[in-house]
T-cell receptor, first 112, second 113 residues
Framework: KNEVEQSPQNLTAQEGEFITINCSYS?????LHWLQQHPGGGIVSLFMLSSGKKKHGRLIATINIQEKHSSLHITASHPRDSAVYIC??????????????FGTGTRLQVTL | NAGVTQTPKFQVLKTGQSMTLQCAQD?????MYWYRQDPGMGLRLIYYSASEGTTDKGEVPNGYNVSRLNKREFSLRLESAAPSQTSVYFC????????????FGPGTRLTVL
């Protein structure tokens, strides 16, 4: 079993829909990250959180530490939101170094 | 600021050839990382450097070597490329510690024939 599991793997939505992507993890973490990767593009950090909820524009990320679960919500989705969304957890590796363990990503396509 | 830069963007190698992937960051970050991304799998850590002068193996280090040339630069070397090393390689950097955002480069798409 992977340490970081995302669901769904693929998601198609119509413009304007409310979208939820889920992430569950099985290890102790210092932070959880949500990342966005556009086709053929690089990886951009959307959120980093260790408790509660963060909001940036139409994106909302929540985390429940006790349940080891996080969700990424997109309100009023738009075709430009089409991308792969990746959940990653930050854990201590050795010494002062941390490492990220990644989920396999959720491929989102938003159609008109 | 350019952030994290990687060269080259694309590379095709024949089995057995060697090459070095270059990475540089201008954010004065202490920690740097090399990942590979393969279809159906999450990014996996190849090597990392917690600070200038130190390097350590990640999850999938076999077939790779790294050099932390200075605080800015962290290179990844394939001594004898194999088809299993066909992948997209990402370099990233962050401040030290367990609660810091990682900034990613644009990636290098490598094909080994």
């Amino acid at each position: 079993k992977n340490e970081v599991e995302q669901s769904p793997q693929n998601l198609t939505a119509q413009e304007g829909e409310f979208i939820t992507i889920n992430c569950s993890y099985s290890v102790g973490i210092s932070a959880l990250h949500w990342l966005q990767q556009h086709p053929g593009g690089g990886i951009v950090s959307l959120f980093m959180l260790s408790s509660g909820k963060k909001k940036h524009g139409r994106l909302i990320a929540t985390i429940n530490i006790q349940e080891k679960h996080s969700s990424l919500h997109i309100t009023a989705s738009h075709p430009r939101d089409s991308a792969v969304y990746i959940c990653a957890v930050s854990t201590r590796y050795t010494g002062t170094a941390s490492k990220l363990t990644f989920g396999t990503g959720t491929r989102l396509q938003v159609t008109l | 600021n350019a952030g994290v830069t990687q060269t080259p963007k694309f590379q095709v190698l024949k089995t057995g050839q060697s090459m070095t992937l270059q990475c540089a960051q201008d954010m004065n970050h202490n920690s740097m990382y090399w990942y590979r991304q393969d279809p159906g799998m999450g990014l996996r850590l190849i090597y990392y450097s917690a600070s200038e002068g130190t390097t350590d193996k990640g999850e999938v280090p076999n077939g790779y070597n790294v050099s932390r040339l200075n605080k800015r630069e962290f290179s990844l070397r394939l001594e004898s490329a194999a088809p299993s090393q066909t992948s997209v390689y990402f370099c990233a950097s962050s401040e030290q510690g367990g609660y810091n955002e990682q900034f990613f480069g644009p990636g290098t798409r490598l094909t080994v024939l």
